[in-house]
C-alpha cells in the first residue's frame, strides 16, 4: 500500500493557493572549481544522491471522492532535467540581479503533477561563482529523518564520496480502484477520518487550519506570551503572489564576541540585532515608535533533551524594537528567552515533531508551518536560526561560500527571516511581499547596521 500523507502534509496542499506557495528554499553560492562544473556535472551528482532522497522520485496522487487522504507514489515519468534547471545572469552578475531571481523563483508554485522540488543552476555570477537554488515543499518534509536535496548534494571534502550502487525502478502507479478500495479498508477502521478527509480536501480552510492547529496544540498550550494578540505591524498585511529577496551578512565570532560581552546566547544577539534593524526600518517608513513598542517574532529552535536527543522549541518572543540602546535589547531578549525556558514554556520535542519534522537543515519549514496556521493572530514575523556546520562543504569539487535560507510566507505575513551559521559567517535571508515590501534590501541593510551598532558596545 502506497505511503499516506499525514494530515499535516496534507494540510500543507489545501493551504496553498496563489499568495502563498508552501516551498521552503535556499541560495548556495559556490566557487567555481578549477575543474569546472556545469549543468551536468549538477544533473550528474542530484542523479547519484536521489537514493539518499527516495521521495524526491515520488509524486501526490488524489483519491477519487477525496475519501482519504492523497498517497505518495512513485513517478513513472520521473525525469531528473525536469527538476533541476539552469538559468544565467548577464555577466558579471551582481547580487542584486541573483536576489531578484530568487524572488521570481519562489514567486512560483510547484507542479503539483509532479515530484515537489526544484533546483536551478545560476550561471554568470561575478567573481567567478555560481549558485544553487532549491525549492522543496513542506509536504516533503515530513519526519525526524527529512532531508532535502540541498544536503544531500554536500560533501565535506572537495572529493565527493562514493556515489550509491543502486538501480531504481518505479512501482506501479495504483489503480483508482486500489486507491478508493485502501481508501474504504481505512474508514472501516477508523470511520472518523471520512468526515474530516471530505472537509479538508473541499478545501474548508477552517478545517484544516484546525487540523494544523491540532498538531501544534501544545505549542499554544506552553507559550503564555499568545494568550495576547501581536501587536499591530506594517508587516501583517494582505500579500501578493510576487516577492522580494535580500541578504544580509555577520560572522560567528562578531555574535560571539556580544556573548561574551553581555551574555545571553547567540540567538539572543541575533534577536536582539533583527530588533534594532527593526526600530529602524520602522523609523524610516515614518512609523510611531515609543517605548513600548514591540514586534512579536515565532522563534523556533534546536535544543536536546535531558537524553540528549535532538528536538524542537518554538518561542513567541515580544522584540524590543521600541528601545534605544542595543545592550538594553540584548537584555530584554535574553531575559524572555530565559523566562520561556526556566517556566517550561517551550514546547516539547515530540508535540512539534509532529509539526514538521526536525532535521537542524529542515528547521525553517518548522517556523513555515508554525506560522501558516497562526501567523494572523499570534505574531508578525518568524525567525528561523539554524546553526550549520562550521567547515568548509563542497558540491562535486566546488566549495560553497554562502548559505541563505528562504522561508515562505504565511497568509497575511509580508516577511519571514531565515538565518543560517556556516564556516565562521552568520548569513540572514528576507523573503517579503514584492507590494507590501519594496524596501526589504534597506531592512537588510539595517540588520549589517545594528550588528555594527551591537558591536560598538564590546569592549576589545
Known amino acids: 500500500m502506497p505511503d499516506r500523507l499525514s494530515a499535516l502534509d496534507a494540510s500543507f496542499l489545501y493551504l496553498e493557493d496563489a499568495t502563498t506557495p508552501m516551498h521552503v528554499g535556499g541560495v548556495a553560492v559556490f566557487?567555481?572549481?578549477?575543474?569546472?562544473?556545469?549543468?551536468?556535472?549538477?544533473?550528474?551528482?542530484?542523479?547519484?544522491?536521489?537514493?539518499?532522497?527516495?521521495?524526491?522520485?515520488?509524486?501526490?496522487?488524489?483519491?477519487?471522492?477525496?475519501?482519504?487522504?492523497?498517497?505518495?507514489?512513485?513517478?513513472?515519468?520521473?525525469?531528473?532535467?525536469?527538476?533541476?534547471?539552469?538559468?544565467?545572469?548577464?555577466?558579471?552578475?551582481?547580487?542584486?540581479?541573483?536576489?531578484?531571481l530568487v524572488a521570481r523563483l519562489m514567486s512560483r508554485p510547484l507542479d503539483h503533477t509532479r515530484p515537489l522540488w526544484e533546483t536551478y543552476l545560476v550561471e554568470g555570477l561575478k567573481g567567478n561563482q555560481i549558485a544553487v537554488i532549491t525549492k522543496t515543499h513542506q509536504a516533503v518534509v515530513d519526519g525526524v529523518g527529512a532531508i532535502e536535496i540541498g544536503q544531500v548534494m554536500l560533501d565535506v571534502s572537495p572529493t565527493p564520496r562514493r556515489p550509491l550502487e543502486s538501480l531504481w525502478m518505479p512501482q506501479p502507479e495504483p489503480s483508482s480502484f486500489q486507491l478508493v478500495a485502501d481508501a474504504v479498508a481505512e474508514v472501516v477502521q477508523r470511520p472518523g477520518e471520512l468526515v474530516e478527509n471530505v472537509r479538508s480536501a473541499t478545501m474548508d480552510t477552517m478545517a484544516t487550519v484546525e487540523k494544523v492547529a491540532g498538531a501544534v496544540g501544545g505549542l499554544v498550550s506552553a507559550l503564555r506570551t499568545a494568550s495576547t494578540p501581536a501587536p499591530g505591524s506594517p508587516l501583517n498585511v494582505r500579500i501578493s503572489p510576487q516577492r522580494r529577496f535580500a541578504v544580509a551578512r555577520g560572522t560567528l565570532e562578531e555574535f560571539r564576541a556580544i556573548r561574551r560581552a553581555h551574555g545571553g546566547t547567540i540567538n539572543d544577539g541575533v534577536l536582539a540585532v533583527l530588533s534594532g534593524a527593526m526600530r529602524a526600518w520602522l523609523m524610516s517608513r515614518g512609523e510611531v515608535v515609543s517605548a513600548h513598542t514591540t514586534m512579536r517574532a515565532m522563534a523556533p529552535l534546536s535544543v536536546r533533551d535531558e537524553e540528549g536527543s535532538n528536538g524542537v522549541a518554538a518561542y513567541l518572543v515580544d522584540l524590543p524594537v521600541g528601545e534605544p540602546n542595543p545592550v538594553v535589547r540584548l537584555h530584554h531578549v535574553s531575559h524572555a528567552m530565559r523566562a520561556h525556558q526556566e517556566s517550561g514554556q517551550s514546547v516539547a520535542a515530540d508535540t512539534l515533531v509532529k509539526v514538521s519534522g526536525f532535521a537542524p537543515p529542515t528547521l525553517h519549514a518548522l517556523g513555515a508551518r508554525a506560522a501558516s496556521s497562526f501567523s494572523r493572530r499570534l505574531f508578525n514575523v518568524v525567525v528561523t536560526n539554524v546553526p550549520g556546520p562550521q567547515v568548509p562543504l563542497y558540491a562535486a569539487g566546488a566549495r560553497m561560500t554562502e548559505i541563505f535560507p528562504v522561508v515562505p510566507l504565511a497568509k497575511n505575513q509580508a516577511l519571514s527571516i531565515g538565518v543560517t551559521s556556516y564556516d565562521g559567517g552568520v548569513y540572514f535571508g528576507l523573503n517579503a511581499d514584492r507590494d507590501a515590501m519594496s524596501d526589504v534590501d534597506v531592512l537588510a541593510a539595517m540588520v549589517e547596521e545594528s550588528v555594527e551598532e551591537l558591536m560598538g558596545t564590546v569592549s576589545e
Open 31 to 100: 566557487r567555481r572549481p578549477r575543474a569546472g562544473f556545469d549543468y551536468d556535472r549538477l544533473v550528474e551528482l542530484i542523479e547519484q544522491r536521489l537514493p539518499l532522497v527516495p521521495r524526491y522520485r515520488q509524486k501526490v496522487v488524489h483519491v477519487p471522492g477525496r475519501l482519504a487522504r492523497p498517497v505518495w507514489v512513485d513517478d513513472p515519468d520521473f525525469d531528473v532535467t525536469y527538476h533541476v534547471r539552469r538559468s544565467a545572469l548577464p555577466k558579471p552578475g551582481s547580487d542584486a540581479q541573483l536576489h531578484d
